[in-house]
């Protein structure tokens, strides 16, 4: 026979875990999908985007805009897919995203996800709805200053060719930069001048 004594501490038991906050309980269940990264052709697709961007409750804009300025590349959602242009490497899409959790979602006090992003002026603060710490979120202005330099309209460069898109231009990388020039073929080492810079994309003229 089980003492009264045990009953009353089992039944009080089960009613303090009923009472946890569903934060506590959320923290131990929060395990970010691993990319299911495939390659189509001459894209990279992750197929549950959509199942990521869930579990860290952010908007599926603001990561897909941190993966594409990391990865260096362009993409696009499609549904609750997203398809980059060119190869990547599961390893580096699993990199850049928790890159994003440590800097956008886990809480640097309480190392819990469960946070919100606001506002304050132009600043981007993290907020945490478990133990109210707030921090500034520190976006990597100083990565694009570098980048700049890597790649200037105007200025003449060598590249080789690593791939050629839909519409026939051939495509080549410097740092984190894809360059389109027309007229060449995959393979090929070209000189070819800087004509427009948009982000990390740029496009250029074969001169040599």
Not at 24 to 45: A, C, N, W, Y
């Amino acid at each position: 026979m089980v003492p009264e004594s045990l009953l009353d501490y089992e039944s009080l038991l089960d009613r303090a875990k009923k009472k946890l906050p569903h934060t506590l309980e959320s923290h131990d269940r929060f395990q970010v999908p691993d990319p299911d990264v495939m390659i189509e052709g001459k894209t990279t697709v992750i197929r549950n985007f959509g199942d990521i961007v869930d579990t860290l409750r952010r908007e599926p804009e603001h990561l897909l805009g941190f993966l594409l300025r990391e990865l260096g590349t362009a993409g696009t959602m499609e549904g609750r897919r997203v398809v980059f242009k060119g190869k990547v490497a599961t390893s580096q899409v699993a990199d850049r995203i928790k890159n994003y959790v440590d800097e956008y979602v886990l809480c640097s006090e309480c190392n819990r996800p469960d946070t919100k992003i606001a506002k304050d002026g132009r600043v981007l603060i993290l907020v945490c709805e478990t133990c109210g710490a707030h921090r500034p979120v520190h976006v990597k202005k100083q990565m694009k200053v570098e980048e700049a330099k890597e790649i200037e309209a105007g200025q003449t460069y060598d590249f080789m060719i690593e791939d050629v898109g839909k519409k026939g231009d051939g495509i080549a990388r410097k740092g984190n930069f894809i360059i389109y020039i027309p007229g060449t073929a995959k393979g090929s080492q070209v000189k070819a001048r800087i004509e427009k810079v948009s982000g990390t994309v740029a496009f250029g003229v074969r001169v040599s």
